[in-house]
């Protein structure tokens, strides 16, 4: 069964700091997603990791893929308070399962001036 | 107009009630999903469609049903509603043979009490 776990749940950080936030899997997948989520909001896709090596960047968001070491990671820099959210990655089961996805249980980011 | 709209936004039911949350989609994606979201517990998958002749369970159908009335149609049933099913759900959809990356409705708060 696929797990997907992520570290830490709860983060807070002051604006200007760095930070990384990690998603670990249990079994074999090369597609990872990550999302953002505001409170009382939807879900919005932020990245999206097809392949192991994979590395996307926007604005102050970093996220890269290890497909062997089953990691994800989003990186934040300089962290500004619009960045509080909850954050949520989420894997493809692709081949071993139809293509569903599986949420970790998302990290909650708040950011403080 | 939102691509992925959902309604209600917002519903009170009472214990034993039956009711239907509806999704609709102007994506023109083929594949629909319903979540449920619990504060600390990230989204489950209560069922999925790849197309109208196609619905699978997720991880916990247990107390639901679904319809998929056509492409851009899926809604999701309670036939007699517990408070345990008070949560925010969320329908998503996504496109066979890209990333399969999920775009969200904007929830439905149920509270059944």
């Known amino acids: 069964e696929l797990k997907v776990e992520q570290n830490p749940l709860f983060l807070s950080m002051q604006e200007g700091k760095n930070y990384t936030i990690y998603c670990n899997y249990s079994?074999?997948?090369?597609?990872l997603y990550w999302y953002r989520q505001d409170p009382g909001k939807s879900l919005e896709s932020l990245f999206v990791l097809l392949s192991n090596g994979a590395v996307k960047q926007e604005g102050r968001l970093m996220a890269s893929l290890d497909t062997k070491a089953r990691l994800s990671t989003l990186h934040i820099t300089a962290a500004v308070h619009d960045l509080s959210a909850t954050y949520f990655c989420a894997v493809d089961m692709g081949k071993t399962s139809y293509d569903k996805v599986i949420f970790g249980p998302g990290t909650s980011l708040s950011v403080i001036p | 107009d939102a691509d992925v709209t959902q309604t209600p936004r917002n519903r009170i039911t009472k214990t034993g009630k039956r009711i239907m949350l509806e999704c609709s989609q102007t994506k023109g994606h083929d594949r629909m999903y319903w979540y449920r979201q619990d504060p600390g517990l990230g989204l489950r998958l209560i069922y999925y469609?790849?197309?109208?002749?196609?619905?699978n369970k997720g991880e916990i159908s247990d107390g639901y049903s679904v319809s998929r009335q056509a492409q851009a149609k899926f809604s999701l049933s309670l036939e007699s509603a517990i408070p345990n099913q008070t949560a925010l759900y969320f329908c998503a959809t996504s496109d066979f043979g890209t990333s399969h990356e999920q775009f969200f409705g904007p929830g439905t708060r149920l509270t059944v009490l």
């Open positions: 079994t074999t997948s090369d597609r």
């Open positions: 469609s790849f197309d109208v002749k196609d619905i």
